[in-house]
């Protein structure tokens, strides 16, 4: 008998990112809940707020629309794969993974794949309903645009980790939407996507600050939004360095996670 | 190549206080079909699941094709083909998508819709997984089983569900299997499917193996004695005897030819598998 080659990870990790977005496509609950939530509420909010923020010449919803496209991102990240993760461990999908010859990289390539293509639509449809409706432009210069897109990839990527790692805290897959959308929507509340960030009480904007989504937000409007924003951001500055340090240090924090926290079977599986 | 394909010695799974598989010793040699019998709770699937790698062992020596199942690696997985009791698909699929998908994992895959057509499910092929009823699911999880061709195939329950055509043809698909070579582990609570389909049967009760046999044998039934049974004039008698033959003949004489409600029978798998669990409580 001669020794088959085994099909290659990267051949299964990207079959599996083609399934993934494929049962995405047919799945109308997860769809309308993890991709349209975000576009909703960009709709509902960008009808209630008004006017400028102070001194800056820019109008709020404006700076809303960032920080609702870095939500979004949240949502198709952190939501979609920490539910998604904790359902296919409760229906036992993960179990019949792991009965077979699949190589454990090769889930999360196609989980990773999954998250960046829908982030990545997510972003671009939020943006045109923010250039639509609230006159957002892209980013302006080259060096914007490559803000843009560090920042952009740097966010998808903590956001994955952070939701592969979290898929193994909710009991059931059932209860793990509620589960997930309690600190999704604190974070939302606290990193400046419905309010201007330093318009929040001292307290809560250290509490932001200790989390990912402030600081994609605040990454996010560097690039879409002019610098006559500076007053009113924590810093007075971008304060690019720091962004990037954050996300890497909760990028890392996320791995060590995901690496020590994934399990394949359900908590009484025996 | 080691001809044994399962060897179990001691084994032991302790879940808090109840010993789930409580001392197991078994050999399984390639090419045969072994059935694992017994009632709800016996330790059938965690059993099985020990032997998939899919749960820990509490004491004992498992080997399975030569490797212990408690560290799987890619080839050895490769090797292997699992039915779970319970499994689900994406219902967003179709079968064909799905059994596809999966055979791309295998480095030398059967081709997924002979596979399909195995299973019985040419029709469904293009439905989606949400649209099949449940005996129809359950052949998706065989099919998923035996696509990646396997030396050692595990099959927990698999006939849950089926109606009887299915079951039928699900035994041919067995026979077929076992026929090129492929060693089967099944479980099961249908003892005329252990009688059609395995070489060997096991008795399982109370996480001990009771007995272990052919399914003519178990028991003592090829030598158990048969029961003849007919109406006489004083109502319905039964005699059990080692020499039905003679007591038919003697009664045919004493009725002067046909002897009302006669029967033969020697104990079923079922009766005996009965007593076996009955005697275990
Ligand atoms: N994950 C678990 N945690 C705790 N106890 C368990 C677990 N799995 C099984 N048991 C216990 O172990 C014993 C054997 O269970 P097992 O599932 O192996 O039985 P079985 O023979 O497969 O039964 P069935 O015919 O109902 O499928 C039972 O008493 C069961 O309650
Ligand atoms: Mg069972």
């Known amino acids: ?270 | 190549m080691d001809e044994t394909a399962v060897r179990i010695r001691g084994l032991r799974k302790r879940y808090g206080d109840v010993d789930a598989v409580d001392g197991v010793d078994l050999d399984i040699p390639r090419g045969e079909v072994f059935a694992l019998l017994g009632p709800n709770g016996a330790g059938k699937s965690t059993t099985v699941e020990i032997l998939e790698g899919h749960r820990r062992r509490t004491g004992g020596e498992v080997a399975v094709l030569g490797a212990d199942p408690g560290r799987p690696t890619r080839r050895w997985r490769a090797r292997i083909g699992i039915v779970s009791q319970t499994s689900e698909e994406r219902p967003q699929l179709t079968v064909r998508e799905t059994v596809r998908h999966y055979a791309g994992y295998y480095p030398a895959p059967r081709d997924p819709d002979e596979v399909i057509e195995a299973v019985g499910l040419t029709e469904k092929a293009g439905a989606r997984l949400a649209r099949l009823s449940g005996g129809q699911r359950r052949r998706v999880d065989v099919a998923l089983g035996i696509v990646g061709d396997p030396e050692l195939l595990f099959l927990d329950e698999p006939t849950t569900g089926f109606d009887p055509d299915a079951r039928r043809q699900f035994w041919k698909l067995i026979e077929s299997l076992a026929g090129d070579g492929t060693t089967i582990l099944l479980t099961t609570h249908y003892l005329d499917e252990a009688e059609a389909l395995a070489d060997r049967v096991g008795v399982i009760a109370r996480g001990r193996l009771v007995e272990v046999g052919t399914p003519r044998e178990l028991g003592g039934r090829a030598t158990a004695k048969a029961h003849v049974s007919w109406t006489g004039p004083e109502g319905p008698r039964t005699l059990e005897t080692h020499s039905p033959t003679q007591v038919v003949a003697e009664l045919s004489q004493k009725f002067d030819g046909e002897v009302p409600e006669l029967t033969v029978t020697r104990p079923t798998l079922e009766d005996t598998y009965l007593t076996m669990i009955g005697a275990a409580r």
């Not at chain 1, 509902?44 to 400028?52: A, M, N, P, R």
């Not at chain 1, 007075?236 to 909760?250: D, M």
């Open chain 1, 1 to 270: 008998m001669t020794a088959q080659a085994m099909p290659s990870t990267l051949r299964i990790g990207l079959s599996r990112g083609a399934l993934e977005l494929r049962t995405f496509m047919r799945d109308r609950e997860a769809a309308a809940f993890t991709f349209a939530m975000p576009i909703v509420l960009m709709l509902i909010f960008g009808t209630i707020f008004k006017g400028e923020i102070k001194g800056t010449g820019v109008d709020f919803r404006q700076y809303f629309a960032a920080g609702i496209i870095a939500s979004g991102i949240a949502s198709t990240t952190f939501i979609s794969l920490g539910v998604g993760i904790a359902q296919e461990r409760d229906d036992g999908t993960l179990k019949r993974l792991y009965g077979m010859p699949m190589p454990p990289a090769a889930y999360f390539i196609g989980k990773t794949i999954t998250a960046l293509v829908l982030s990545v639509a997510e972003t671009v449809v939020l943006f045109l309903l923010g250039h639509v409706m609230f006159g957002l432009n892209p980013p302006g210069t080259p060096e914007r645009w490559f803000t843009f897109v560090w920042v952009f990839v740097a966010g998808v990527t903590v956001c994955t980790l952070l939701g592969i790692a979290v898929s193994s805290v909710p009991r059931s897959g059932r209860g793990a939407a509620a589960v997930l959308n309690v600190p999704y929507l604190v974070l939302q509340f606290i990193s400046g996507v419905y309010f201007t960030f330093t318009e929040l009480p001292k307290g809560v904007q250290d509490a932001g600050a200790v989390f990912p989504l402030k600081w994609i937000c605040q990454g996010l409007r560097s690039a879409l939004l002019p610098d006559t924003l500076l007053p009113v951001e924590p810093a007075h500055a971008w304060e690019h360095g720091r962004i990037a340090l954050v996300l890497a240090a909760w990028a890392v924090a996320g791995f060590a996670l995901c690496l020590t926290t994934f399990r394949w079977k359900r908590r009484d599986d025996g």
